[in-house]
């Protein structure tokens, strides 16, 4: 039998690009997740509408939100903190508080239940799984947080964690996922203690800078991956919105060329994998 997988797109709502790119790719079969950044500035009930419209006829796609933790964008609550100008801090800096247990416990929690609460408004229910923008959510102080509100607010919901689970001689080579599979380690064990469901293993990081082949990328996610792992990507279209506010821009591109291409279909059977 066929190993059943999620391949989900990251960041619908960041821009109006990016969201059809999304969307083109759901009816074309070649995504089954996507994951909702609601404190973008575009994000907005159409936006919502139409992604939901998708799984009318036939569940196609599953929906989560996108947890947003990092500038450049703003808190959905009043008081969180810390702040930069307004705005979330920077991944390095946020990272740097939540691993000095300096982030405001109440605050965090108030943050992560104001856009669980968007996403409900938006469409209606709860998301069929939440994630992070940047993987906040696998972050010391952060990830205890999370996991409370996701069980209060979206009790049938799964989480992301970030680990591979691969040999350790094979994670040296890939210090991101490394990073990944550190963090995820104790994420797991508090999640299965509040027996939330989680993905069994992650793939999809690399670094976006460097705009690498993103077939051969895939090839390496494939390889392996177990039933109902997942693999992350960011696939869309560029606009002046999604340039305000992300440097990863022309590489999403890229990804939604191969995605939507003559060449994965082969690949995931040649995997002999598919997308549950």
């Not at 999620?6 to 690009?17: E, F, Q, V, W």
């Not at 051969?216 to 109902?228: N, S, V, Y």
Request: aromatic share 8%; with cysteine.
């Amino acid at each position: 039998m066929s190993v059943r997988i999620r391949l989900c797109a990251d960041d619908y709502g960041i821009s109006p690009a990016v969201d059809t790119a999304i969307r083109d790719l759901v009816v074309r079969g070649r995504l089954n997740a996507t994951s909702v950044m609601v404190v973008s500035p575009s994000f907005c009930r159409a936006e919502a509408t139409a992604l939901d419209a998708l799984n009318a006829s036939a569940p196609r796609v599953a929906i989560g939100l996108h947890l947003t933790l990092t500038a450049p964008f703003r808190p959905t609550s009043p008081r969180f903190e810390p702040l930069t100008g307004g705005a979330f801090p920077p991944l390095a800096a946020l990272l740097r508080h939540a691993v000095m247990h300096r982030l405001e416990r109440d605050a965090l929690r108030a943050e992560i239940a104001s856009q669980l609460q968007t996403f409900r408004a938006s469409f209606g229910r709860a998301p069929d799984f939440v994630d992070g923008h940047q993987h906040a959510q696998l972050f010391p102080q952060a990830r205890d947080g999370f996991l409370r509100a996701v069980k209060q607010a979206a009790p049938g919901a799964w989480v992301r964690q970030g680990g591979r689970m691969q040999p350790l001689a094979q994670r040296l080579g890939a210090p991101k996922a490394l990073v990944l599979d550190i963090l995820s380690a104790q994420f797991r064990k508090r999640a299965a203690r509040a027996g939330i469901p989680f993905n069994p293993a992650f793939a999809g990081a690399y670094d976006f800078s460097t705009a690498p082949d993103f077939g051969a990328l895939m090839r390496q996610f494939l390889d392996g991956l177990p039933e109902d792992g997942l693999v992350m990507c960011h696939p869309g279209f560029v606009d002046e919105t999604l340039v305000s506010l992300d440097p990863l821009t022309t590489q999403r591109e890229a990804e939604h060329a191969f995605l939507a291409g003559e060449h994965f279909p082969p690949l995931l059977k040649a995997n002999n994998v598919t997308l549950a």
